[in-house]
């Protein structure tokens, strides 16, 4: 019996086998990107869908298909071929979920792929009820058989090839795969379709059931909006999760970096910049650890020990200043790295000062433990240093403090810098046990201490003011602010008795930004009144090495309203020359919102001269040590005469402090020094007894204010 196909169906029949290919692809790749739960969802939902675009392709082309009779489709083999389709794309999803597909497997997979898709078709054709029966060709059928797995394992490896592809890539190629696999299922179905052979005078029994052009604009319609439904569900949950895992990657990422700058954050707190060693802070916490442990363990009866050790390297200050920054520096880290060989693995070394060490030991038994670790420490430390291909020799001395024999609890530190200070005066390069009587002096440092911390808050320093000389008027340009503390019970105290202190214990940086904004308050002060003075300050080399102390005091000057060049920055050489780089910055800083600036002490140091042109510096102050001597020593004033030349050919001004005689103050007129200062022409002084100096309450023959300096 002749047969034919409606062009239209088998174009409907393509359309729907490429578009389920596509789906089946974008689907297969659904699955193999999701997990849990989620995954066997897809898995089900899209072997329902992907199994149905296959079964719409086959059904489009049954119906397609014409013969000289009315045709028509059992109800329950149509349903079964439409489960077996199902059945095979539920193979195929589970096989294409998987990340890794051997050749075996993937072998598995297309022969069960392919016999499901082979039995839906040859079940669907049974749903023709047909009498006589359908004869096939034997031949035909196998042929659609290998095709069917064929067609199966190519969509297999086409999961696979475009899982490993980028997204911008894959669409075009998931386009051409779904093109070949729509051919090779068409190819499957028509192959299948030819190996029926239907005798002349066949009776379709079933004509009256599935059948005519309503089942299949009904089947196409149904079908085409599953599968287009489905894949827009599938590329919006693609994007949703793209944009999920780019979200979670983003947070990811700035956890990554929160942390690293917690780290960083933490080392910068607990850690030494130079040595990497543990800071005073990180040490301290250390000890009170260890004391809390050693509480628990001895519970009343000392069966435990701990000892800390205050380690000072002796003869490191003439080599940074002989061998400068770098070699010191060098020294340092090498001597860090030494201690911490000599120290124990359950011992803690800490850098808190510029050549000071602490060590903590704990489980000490006796005395003995401790001199046998600082035996260690003295030797190593005594071994040469090359640097610069020189060998450079240094020592070391050792505070020891053995708790709880020796020093009281909050005092171990102390104690062992006492001990320290007692090895140093023996001559150096030893140890010392603490005693008892050394805590005299050590009682009255923590009090000195302790009263510091709460000195500023009580109000209880104040700024004194030296006049400074113009050399050639011989009138008052300037004046220099000196830290005073008034101690409700030691009277005014010099900063020669508390600085150092303030320094040791952390409290430097705090009382350096108080002065800066005293002095420019006073400045605003004296300006109401009717004084402009230029006020210089001395900085210390720990604001120096402060982030923001530009900002500082340029918030400072702000909040007082005070011109930029009324505030005049002092630092000595020798901390100048210590850390070129900082000290670059830090000018710079300042330069910038218009800080008058200086080199105070000058002549101390080494290789400064080399190192001048690149400070924006307006002021060099010569060292009184010269001073002293200008009288006296020739050399002393070959010194200076040298230091005002440079200076003046630089385009810097020079300032002689210390001057104390008549003899000095000539020398320095004839040596053409630009501004003097010292107890010569007045003592530092209060800020209300210089503001009655410029009004004409003065000390009989004392030098008046420059003009300049009394606002009209």
């Known amino acids: ?67 000289p009779i009315r045709l028509g489709f059992t109800g329950g083999l149509t349903l079964l071929s439409w489960a077996a389709a199902v059945a095979a794309s539920g193979v195929a999803l589970g096989i294409a979920s998987r990340l890794a597909v051997g050749p075996r497997l993937l072998l598995v997979g297309a022969l069960a792929m392919g016999l499901g898709i082979c039995g839906m078709h040859y079940i669907g054709m049974a749903a023709l009820d047909m009498a006589p029966g359908i004869v096939w060709d034997p031949v035909k059928v196998v042929l659609s058989a290998l095709i069917a797995v064929a067609a199966s394992a190519v969509a297999l490896l086409m999961v696979m090839l475009l899982a490993h592809r980028e997204s911008r890539r894959r669409t075009r190629s998931q386009i051409f795969a779904s093109l070949v696999m729509g051919a090779a299922i068409c190819g499957m179905h028509y192959t299948g379709m030819a190996a029926a052979q ?43 999760q793209s944009t999920a895992r780019r979200l979670a990657h983003s947070l990811q990422q700035a956890n990554t970096r929160l942390e690293t700058a917690n780290a960083e954050l933490q080392k910068q707190a607990f850690a030494d910049a130079l040595t990497g060693l543990p800071n005073r802070l990180l040490f301290e916490d250390r000890l009170d650890q260890a004391l809390a442990r050693l509480d628990r363990a001895n519970h009343g009866h000392t069966h435990e020990r701990l000892a800390v050790f205050f380690v000072d390297l002796d003869g490191f200050k003439p080599i940074n200043d002989s061998f400068g920054h770098a070699a010191g520096d060098f020294i340092l880290r090498k001597a860090a790295r030494r201690l911490e060989r000599a120290a124990r693995l359950s011992d803690t070394v800490a850098r808190v000062g510029g050549d000071e060490f602490l060590v903590l030991l704990e489980h000490v038994h006796d005395i003995a433990d401790c001199t046998l670790v600082a035996d260690r420490i003295l030797k190593a430390l005594t071994r040469p240093f090359v640097v610069f291909d020189k060998q450079l020799q240094i020592a070391c001395s050792i505070g020891i403090v053995l708790y709880p024999d020796q020093g009281e609890r909050d005092k171990l530190v102390a104690h062992a810098d006492a001990a320290m200070y007692v090895a140093k005066r023996a001559g150096g390069g030893g140890y010392a046990l603490f005693e008892s009587h050394m805590g005299a002096d050590v009682s009255n440092q923590l009090a000195l201490q302790s009263d510091l911390r709460q000195a500023i808050d009580a109000g209880q320093f104040e700024l004194y003011y030296q006049p400074k000389i113009d050399g050639r008027r011989d009138q008052i340009s300037g004046v220099e602010a000196l830290i005073r503390w008034n101690h409700p019970e030691r009277g005014v105290l010099s900063p020669a008795l508390f600085i150092g202190l303030a320094e040791r214990f952390g409290l430097i940086g705090r009382l350096g930004s108080w002065v800066i904004d005293e002095a420019c308050r006073q400045i605003a002060a004296w300006s109401r009144e009717g004084l402009r003075m230029r006020v210089a300050v001395n900085l210390s080399v720990h604001q120096l090495r402060e982030n923001g102390l530009a900002e500082r005091v340029e918030a400072a000057l702000r909040r007082h309203k005070v011109d930029a060049s009324q505030l005049l920055c002092e630092i000595t050489e020798s901390v100048a020359m210590e850390d070129l780089k900082a000290t670059q910055v830090a000018f710079s800083g300042l330069a910038r919102i218009g ?68 003899g000095q103050r000539d020398i320095l007129l004839e040596l053409d020094c630009d501004e003097l200062q010292g107890y010569f022409y007045a003592r530092p002084m209060q800020a209300h007894v210089l503001l009655e100096w410029s009004r004409g309450v003065k000390p009989e023959h004392a030098v008046d204010f420059a003009p300049s300096t009394i606002e009209g």
């Not at 692809?25 to 897809?42: C, I, M």
């Not at 319609?221 to 949703?240: C, K």
């Open 1 to 67: 019996m002749p047969s034919q196909h409606n062009l239209w169906g088998v174009a409907a029949s393509i359309a729907i086998a490429v578009l389920a290919s596509y789906v089946a692809l974008d689907l297969a790749l659904r699955v193999r990107g999701t997990y849990g739960r989620l995954r066997l969802a897809w898995w089900a939902a899209g072997s329902v869908v992907m199994g149905t675009g296959i079964w719409a392709m086959h059904f489009i082309g049954m119906l397609a298909f014409q013969l």
């Open 198 to 240: 239907f005798p002349a005078g066949t009776v379709c029994l079933s004509a009256d059931q599935l059948s005519g052009p309503n089942m299949l604009a009904i089947v196409l319609v149904t079908t085409g909006i599953m599968l287009l439904g489905t894949l827009f569900a599938s590329i919006l949950d693609a994007r949703l």
């Open 595 to 662: 800080v008058y600036l200086a080199i105070d002490d000058f002549g101390t140091g080494y290789s400064s001269l080399s190192y001048l042109r690149q400070l924006p510096a307006q002021q060099l102050k010569i060292d009184r040590s010269f001073v002293n001597d200008l009288e006296v020593k020739v050399d002393a004033r070959a010194v200076v005469e040298a230091v005002i030349r440079l200076a003046h050919a630089l385009g810097l001004r020079v300032v002689a402090e210390g001057v104390e005689t008549a």
